[in-house]
């Protein structure tokens, strides 16, 4: 199953997969263009593949913006056009037990099911929060239960080498004062 038919649900499940979101997030335009390309169930929903890549980019400016946590107002008033474009293309689905909210259009559903995700958008950068930054390349990560802080082992020992040197250089640097 593809990572663009599993982010637009096109394979009926009911919860965004925080893994699938940040392989989109990782993903480069062309490889996007080539997901698109390759995709037969996206290619009738979603007319080209420029629309693909806006949403893309509006995505990772999203995320980067709460991440980085500035201009959280204008991420705000984003996201509340976006509500309006699909306020009139919502409808509510009810299927026994569920009842769905479903855009008609699905990249508005995309961002739909983005929004009413508060974990995946808003949760603090604490153990709720699904999806987060590798904190040495800054790289995309999803994260289920634990607080991972790294994609790959490899940025891990990168990450904590330099750490040791830099508390061994501040050791150092403080004998050399007090001496
Ligand atoms: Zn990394």
Redesign the pocket.
């Known amino acids: 199953m593809g990572t663009l038919d599993r982010l637009f649900k096109l394979d009926d499940q009911v919860e965004l997969d925080p893994y699938v979101v940040v392989s989109f997030l990782n993903s480069s335009e062309d490889e996007i263009r080539d997901m698109y390309e390759r995709s037969t169930k996206i290619k009738p929903k979603i007319a080209s593949s420029d629309d693909l890549v806006q949403f893309h980019k509006e995505l990772k400016w999203v995320m980067e913006t709460i991440w980085q946590k500035e201009n959280l107002k204008k991420v705000e008033e984003f996201l509340s056009t976006k509500l309006n474009e699909m306020h009139h293309k919502v409808s509510i689905d009810d299927e026994g037990l569920f009842t769905q909210l479903r855009a008609d259009e699905p990249i508005l559903e995309a961002w739909l099911n983005i929004m009413t995700d508060s974990n995946l958008l808003y949760g603090s950068n604490s153990e709720r929060k699904k999806v987060s930054k590798?904190e040495?390349?800054g790289?995309w990560l999803a994260r289920k239960r634990s607080t991972r802080r790294?994609?790959?082992n490899q940025?891990r020992n990168m990450y904590y080498n330099i750490e040791k040197r830099k508390s061994r250089k501040s050791v150092k640097d403080k004998n050399f004062f007090t001496l």
């Open positions: 590798c040495w390349c790289k790294f994609c790959s940025c």
